[in-house]
């Protein structure tokens, strides 16, 4: 089985494997396709599993649209080797469906009364899912998409370089329906970072850039809105995939800082 992706594909799948036995009964291999742009913890995590890992290289540690066009190329000619099977989350139509019934928890869990969702996208796939889901169960929020200011293909056309795993991949969105979009935003990959620490030391959510730039941009929507107006996003991961990494590494004997 091979995935192209920052790891969290690889992890729910061969998690799912792995407890189901599925991998022990049938001999499977896991290949994940990485690079040294995404966190070092997670090629480690992958390795401890049983994956092999394949490592692009990348330019000063920056995920790029040609780093992602090399990665993909990659996958899709191991994919070619018999007995192989491609994880496709950029072409499934599962992928947006996995989402939905989280739409549906959130809604059970708030109620109808959702003014606004908020995320950032990779796939596109949990944005699109989970309103997908908010709708089927009586919510009818504004939809918001965002992307790093640093790789902002949805809002000027041109992706770039950039250090937000699983965001910004260089090319559009395959799940992405623009015409449920009220906005695309773009935000500074900085504020995502500094957000990041602030979630763990005042709030004790432990986190990684792509849930810091939701929450740095929810907050701002917030206030633009003005109160008792709802706004809903996402926690992506666990902040504990990113230590030894850019984002809490050089902070960590630093005080609470302020965006």
Same mark, same amino acid.
Not at 2 to 26: E, G, K, M, P
Not at 81 to 99: I, K, L, M
Not at 126 to 143: F, H, I, K, S, W
Not at 233 to 248: E, F, N, R
């Given at each position: @089985?091979?995935?192209?992706?920052?790891?969290?594909?690889?992890?729910?799948?061969?998690?799912?494997?792995?407890? =189901?036995?599925?991998?022990?009964?049938?001999?499977?291999?896991?290949?994940?396709?990485?690079?040294?742009?995404?966190?070092?913890?997670?090629?480690?995590?992958?390795? $401890?599993?049983?994956?092999?890992?394949?490592?692009?290289?990348?330019?000063?540690?920056?995920?790029?649209?040609?780093?992602?066009? +090399? @990665?993909?190329?990659?996958?899709? $000619?191991?994919?070619?080797?018999?007995?192989?099977?491609?994880?496709?989350?950029?072409?499934?139509?599962?992928?947006?469906?996995?989402?939905?019934?989280?739409?549906?928890?959130?809604? !059970?869990?708030?109620?109808?009364?959702?003014?606004?969702?908020?995320?950032?996208?990779?796939?596109?796939?949990?944005? @699109?899912? =989970?309103?997908?889901?908010?709708? $089927?169960?009586?919510?009818?929020?504004?939809?918001?998409?965002?992307?790093?200011?640093?790789?902002?293909?949805?809002?000027?056309? !041109?992706?770039?370089?950039?250090?937000?795993?699983?965001?910004?991949?260089?090319?559009?969105?395959?799940?992405?329906?623009?015409?449920?979009? +009220?906005?695309?935003?773009?935000?500074?990959?900085?504020?995502?970072?500094? @957000?990041? +620490? +602030?979630?763990?030391?005042?709030?004790?959510?432990?986190?990684?850039?792509?849930?810091?730039?939701?929450?740095?941009? $929810?907050?701002?929507?917030?206030?633009?809105?003005?109160?008792?107006?709802?706004?809903? =996003?996402?926690?992506?991961?666990?902040?504990?995939?990113?230590?030894?990494?850019?984002?809490?590494?050089d902070h960590a004997t630093s005080g609470?800082?302020?965006?």
């Amino acid at each position: @089985m091979i995935t192209r992706s920052a790891a969290q594909l690889f992890s729910a799948i061969f998690h799912y494997c792995d407890r =189901t036995f599925v991998s022990a009964v049938l001999g499977l291999r896991f290949t994940a396709v990485f690079s040294d742009a995404f966190s070092e913890s997670k090629r480690l995590a992958m390795q $401890a599993f049983g994956a092999e890992v394949l490592v692009e290289p990348s330019e000063n540690g920056r995920i790029t649209p040609e780093l992602i066009a +090399r @990665m993909k190329a990659r996958a899709y $000619a191991l994919a070619k080797e018999p007995g192989s099977y491609y994880a496709d989350q950029f072409g499934s139509p599962d992928v947006r469906a996995g989402y939905k019934p989280m739409g549906r928890e959130i809604v !059970k869990a708030l109620g109808a009364d959702i003014n606004m969702f908020v995320a950032a996208v990779g796939t596109g796939a949990a944005l @699109m899912g =989970t309103v997908d889901g908010m709708r $089927a169960a009586g919510a009818n929020p504004a939809v918001i998409a965002l992307e790093p200011l640093q790789s902002a293909l949805l809002t000027t056309g !041109k992706g770039g370089p950039h250090r937000i795993e699983g965001i910004g991949v260089g090319f559009a969105p395959p799940f992405i329906d623009q015409s449920q979009l +009220r906005e695309v935003r773009a935000i500074d990959e900085e504020r995502a970072f500094v @957000m990041c +620490r +602030r979630l763990a030391r005042e709030a004790g959510v432990f986190c990684g850039g792509s849930t810091g730039l939701n929450v740095a941009a $929810a907050i701002d929507l917030a206030a633009e809105m003005g109160p008792g107006k709802r706004i809903v =996003t996402l926690g992506c991961d666990s902040g504990a995939k990113y230590l030894g990494g850019h984002i809490y590494e050089d902070h960590a004997t630093s005080g609470c800082l302020n965006i």
